[in-house]
């Protein structure tokens, strides 16, 4: 007897054979449809091989420098709102400035405005002081809290002192001659100077509400660059102008008897003045500066970000037209694969006994 062997595939076998075959072209189509319309390749480290390590190099030193420049951006607007802030304290005073060099002897005859005047000029300065930016002082240094500067006429929580009540006090003690205005000024001078008698009285106690320590503010602008940009209402630009501001505002200067008097209690005024302006604009120039800093930092950053982009997607970007070619080959062999398929199922042995 005769056995007749069959050594070729059956046809279920056949059956599975193609069908995962085309089950694989079809994955490998939506993995080409995919990257044509993202522009990326589907399984990128695979692609890449050794290539992987560079671009996940660059994908962190990518998102670190764009982490970098939010945060120098937001440092920047900070900067650029102390910087307009001390503009406006500039504006206030010097127009107490320009009336109290009018009026620097009795026969002025505007002194009656410098009080009106120095006071209008200190609540300005002292409400730019207190501005806050992301919810903290502007200029009170690195304190967490809500003001820099003590309101003139507000009485401190912890002394139960206000800047009005103790400048009033020195005043109070006399300014008739000469010999005193000259000691009301050295006592003025050492509550400005932090060296007062009593050290509630000293500026840092009584007016100042900020941070005292050594430490300024400062904050990392990327590349290993540290900003310092730790302008604070104790500056010695701030002390002097709210030293003058307050000597013409506690006190109606034509109430000073003596003409000697004065001239030197306006003098002095307007000197401390004079000097605070011009550190004023100094801090201006430095927040200024600062900030440019922060310009260049950005355009650096933002410039290398480019570069990583680019290379980026030299390393997992999809060629278009390669990527469209890919498409049109698998739907042609899936296409020929389905008619294949179709004429193989309507074959059967019937059409063949007879």
Known sequence: MIYLMNRGPSTLYSNLLRRNANAEMQ????NAEQELSSGVKTDIYKSLGTGAVEALNLNAALERDEAQTAANSLLGSRLDTMSQAIGTMREA????????????????????????????????????????YGGQPMFAGIADGTTALQVWDRPRADTGLSPQGVIGDVIAQGMGTPAEVADRIAELDAIFAN????????????????????ARMSASIGDGETLSYGVQANDAAFRQVLQGLSMLAATDATAIPDDEAYAAWVGTATERLN????????????????????ETANTRMEDRALLYKNRI????????YEAATDIKALEAQLQASYAATSRLSQLSFLNFMF
Not at 27 to 30: I, P, S
Not at 98 to 105: D, I, K, V
Not at 108 to 115: I, V
Not at 277 to 282: E, F
């Open 195 to 214: 060296s007062a008698a009593d050290p509630e009285e000293n500026f840092d106690n009584m007016f100042f509400t900020g941070s005292t320590g050594d």
């Open 27 to 30: 994955t490998q189509l939506a």
């Open 313 to 320: 997607s030299d390393l997992v970007g999809v060629d278009e």
């Open 93 to 132: 005073v010097q127009s107490t400035l320009e009336l109290a060099l009018a009026n620097g002897a009795p026969e002025g005859g505007t002194a009656e405005g410098l009080q009106t005047s120095a006071r209008a000029a200190l609540d300005m300065v002292i409400a730019q002081a207190n501005l806050n």
């Open 275 to 294: 000097a605070g302006l011009s550190r004023l604009l100094d801090s201006q120039t430095q927040l200024d500066t600062a900030s440019a800093r922060i």
